[in-house]
Nanobody, 127 residues
Framework: EVQLVESGGGLVQAGGSLRLACVYT????????ISWFRQTPGEEREGVAC????????QYEGSAKGRFSISRDNAKNTVYLQMNNLKPEDTGTYFC????????????????????WGEGTLVTVSS
């Protein structure tokens, strides 16, 4: 069974850091890209970052650029999201997901068609 399990969420003050982890099982360690999403109450999920199967290509969205860093350790079947200089608006539930479609175009890495999702981990940033 393909499964994604997030961890690492918690309560942190503004300006602090957290590292989230997404452990994936049920598919080969280097077979798939993985994305991170964020969702706040009443809002749609928004993409945060995506990393390719080897870790060589990464893409960041919106406010994650410059503050967040996505990485992976295929030996541990884990993708990480290092979040620095956290802001109250970063508060939300963070999900990892497996994209069914990826492509590189014009120097940018695209992930789309997510077919497997984790349950999420809650991040709360206090002001």
């Amino acid at each position: 069974e393909v499964q994604l399990v997030e961890s690492g969420g918690g309560l942190v003050q503004a300006g602090g850091s957290l590292r989230l982890a997404c452990v994936y099982t049920g598919f080969p360690s280097n077979a798939n890209a993985i994305s991170w999403f964020r969702q706040t109450p009443g809002e749609e999920r928004e993409g945060v970052a995506c990393i390719d199967k080897s870790g060589g290509q990464k893409q960041y969205e919106g406010s994650a650029k410059g503050r967040f860093s996505i990485s992976r350790d295929n030996a541990k079947n884990t993708v990480y999201l290092q979040m620095n200089n956290l802001k109250p608006e970063d508060t939300g539930t963070y999900f990892c997901a497996r994209p069914a479609m990826v492509r590189s175009l014009g120097g940018r890495y695209y992930c789309d068609g997510w077919d497997v999702w984790g349950e999420g981990t809650l991040v709360t940033v206090s002001s």
